[in-house]
């Protein structure tokens, strides 16, 4: 079997009092893009700076493309590629120069870099503007350019630290796609570090989910879809008294109800049917006009998972 | 050695000459007094290396990388850039090296530029035979001192602006930090017997302070380096 592109074992870093992470465990394999998903301080970007050897751990260990991250930092870096919390570039810097500079610390040839430079930023639409200096381009034109940057010397790995942070949906999908399909092409491995579900929903093979340093869960998305996340019910209305709500509520097959806008949100144990809940909600003198079932998203199972996590 | 002409060129292009922006009106201000201005007042005197043309000439370039040094990390700590060039292969050694032999290559690249340049024009404008620098020996040791002196404010630079949070903490504390510096070497001269270098000669005196930057750059830089740490960079 081939070796993994991230192992952890009971990777642990304490800053002070606070575990930022703790005892985490996990094994990424080699071509995926592996989604990191946790709230704001989480510990996902302390477990990037772990695996770039940026920081020791404080116990445990981690092998990045079978290096040990304590001791062979400098292969790790050599061999990846990063987007970190902010894009990095240097501003008075033109485009050209920022993935220049990139190319040469990676120590390839002049004629590769002009080669790469034409062949990402002509992917990216960013090749007429490649003379301008980075401080007069907008935000998302700059994480654009700092994928590129991240992607310039064709690293094995990719870490990607909220690459869509605070970008309008618009600007985010954008990205978003730029990201997948360059990706895709080059073939690497990405560790990629969200709370943006949407994204990791869209984008990754396997997420594994952070919440106070400690490792959830990590699987398929669809698997912990399907494991960790009842279906649901959306039933637009009139009259849905408190009576009908526990009724409702009362049905074995049902997991939990609310109101929410006017409608009723049913959440539902297994694959259970929907027209005895609707023949129950008539009859005691509701009025239904739409049902909607839906499917769990990530984001039901990443509230799930935070809601058991805060209770143990 | 690779990673070091490209930390140079880096710090060129990204400090010291950044595209379409008047970043050297203040070097081509240097370059016009010292070079040009001075000269032409000072005439044949410039070129005889009074006490006030050996001052400029060392102290100048040490200030004038007090306006550059506190930014080179403090301040790519502050625009965010300093994480990426860590989670990047160039080495420790690269970035601090690039930092401080590219600041005292431009700064005293600049001031020799400027002593060549003052010579000349002190010639065109004396016409006749074409005079030099005299003594060329002292000459050559105000050169030496002057890139000695640079070698010192960048390295002492680097290691403040390492420890600082901030561009303008650096430069507060290194210059509070240098006037204190000059200030003690004034004191400890003063206290020393007179008669301790009335047996000396300006040249042997002259070496003896060579001597002296010498040994505090080097210290300087060993700590400098002993400093860098990925790490607490990170940290910080």
Known sequence: ?312 | MNDLWTMVWKEWRDTFFPQGRLANVGSLMFIALLGVVFPLIDRQGWLTLSAPMVLLNIFFPYYYILVYIGDSFAGERERHTLETMLASRISDRAILWGKVLSTVGYIWGMTLFVSLLSMGVVNLAQGGAWIFYSPVGQWLGVLILSLLGCLFSASGGVLVSLHSRTARQASQTFSLGSLGLFMAVYLILRALPPQLFAGLSGSQILLMVILFLVVLDAIILAISMASFRRSHLILS
């Open chain 1, 1 to 312: 079997m081939s070796e993994p592109m991230i192992r952890t074992e009971h990777l642990t870093r304490t800053f002070g009092r606070v575990k930022a992470v703790d005892d985490i465990s996990l094994v990424v394999p080699e071509g995926i893009v592996f989604g990191f998903l946790g709230p704001n301080g989480a510990g996902k970007t302390t477990t990037i700076h772990l695996l770039l050897g940026l920081l020791e751990p404080t116990q445990g260990r981690a092998w990045v493309m079978g290096l040990d991250t304590r001791t062979q930092a400098d292969g790790i870096r050599a061999r990846s590629g990063a987007l970190l919390e902010f894009s990095g570039l240097y501003e008075r810097m033109t485009a050209e120069d920022n993935l220049d500079l990139y190319g040469r610390i990676y120590r390839m040839r002049p004629s590769d870099r002009k080669a790469r430079i034409k062949e990402l930023l002509d992917h990216l639409d960013l090749w007429d503007r490649r003379k301008e200096q980075v401080v007069k381009w907008s935000r998302g034109m700059k994480q654009k350019l700092a994928v590129a940057r991240a992607l310039f010397h064709h690293p094995k790995l990719i870490f990607l630290d909220e690459p869509t942070a605070g970008f309008d949906p618009v600007a985010a999908a954008a990205l978003r796609a730029d990201l997948s399909t360059l990706v895709a092409r080059e073939g690497a491995t990405v560790f990629l570090n969200t709370h943006n579900l949407t994204e990791a929903e869209k984008l990754c093979a396997q997420v594994g989910v952070i919440r106070n340093g400690k490792l959830l869960t990590v699987d398929n998305p669809d698997k912990l879809r399907m494991s960790k996340a009842n279906p649901h019910v959306e039933i637009t209305g009139r009259g849905f008294t408190e009576e009908i709500l526990a009724s409702v509520r009362g049905r074995p097959e049902v997991a939990g109800v609310r109101q929410e806008n006017g409608k009723l949100l049913v959440e539902l144990r297994g694959e259970a049917e929907t027209a005895p809940l609707v023949t129950l909600i008539v009859r005691s003198g509701g009025e239904v006009e739409e049902v909607r079932r839906g499917e769990s998203s990530l984001e039901d199972v990443f509230l799930t998972l935070m809601k058991e996590s805060s209770h143990e």
